[in-house]
């Protein structure tokens, strides 16, 4: 099977062309706002076999998207995830002290993601850029997939031809 087949497969799941397009859109915003090209060694955009989308800055995941219609995203430690009516999947630990957590949070296609989630994920990210000077993932990254996100002539092509059965 060819990458580009894998990434129609794989987007297939997702709730609808919309959804993945809100969905790619904020990843594309926060690309943007760090200026973060494709061949940012701290980047992986993945595209894996259990057609799981992860994407990672550094050792760490900042946002995944769930074929339930919920999104993944990092913040910051003290962040109160109940405020944007988020769970807690797991915690990240440096030194084993909790500095990142990984939340869950219904990712509505109507409805913009709210600045308070968006601007934690991105003080997060930060920490992350500040610190990482590689990704462990990069074996995984998928230019193709960055191509998606960023080049909006490459995401219509692919959506085009993505059948989403539900």
């Known amino acids: ?16 062309k919309r959804w993945l397009n809100r969905y790619f859109d904020l990843l594309k915003r926060l690309l ?3 200026a973060i090209e494709s061949d940012d060694p701290r980047l992986a955009l993945s595209l894996k076999k259990d057609k799981q989308l992860p994407v ?8 995944k998207p769930y074929v339930s219609g919920y ?3 990092i913040v910051p430690a003290g962040f109160d995830e109940k405020a944007v009516a988020a769970e807690t999947i ?20 109507s409805i913009q993601l709210s600045a308070l989630a ?7 990210c930060m920490d992350i850029l500040k610190r990482a000077k590689r ?5 995984y990254h998928s230019p193709l997939l960055y191509d998606f996100t960023m080049e909006p002539a490459v995401r ?11």
């Open 71 to 73: 999104i993944g995203l």
């Open 135 to 139: 990704t462990g993932y990069r074996k």
């Open 1 to 16: 099977m060819t990458e580009y087949d894998q990434l129609i497969q794989s987007l297939s799941q997702y709730p609808s």
């Open 90 to 109: 797991f915690a990240f630990t440096t030194s084993r002290v909790v500095d990142a957590k990984f939340i869950k949070i219904q990712f509505v296609e």
């Open 32 to 34: 943007t706002d760090f």
């Open 118 to 124: 968006y601007n934690a994920c991105k003080a997060a």
């Open 156 to 166: 219509s092509e692919i959506l085009n031809e993505v059948d989403i059965r539900r």
């Open 56 to 63: 990672n800055l550094g050792q760490r995941y900042i946002l």
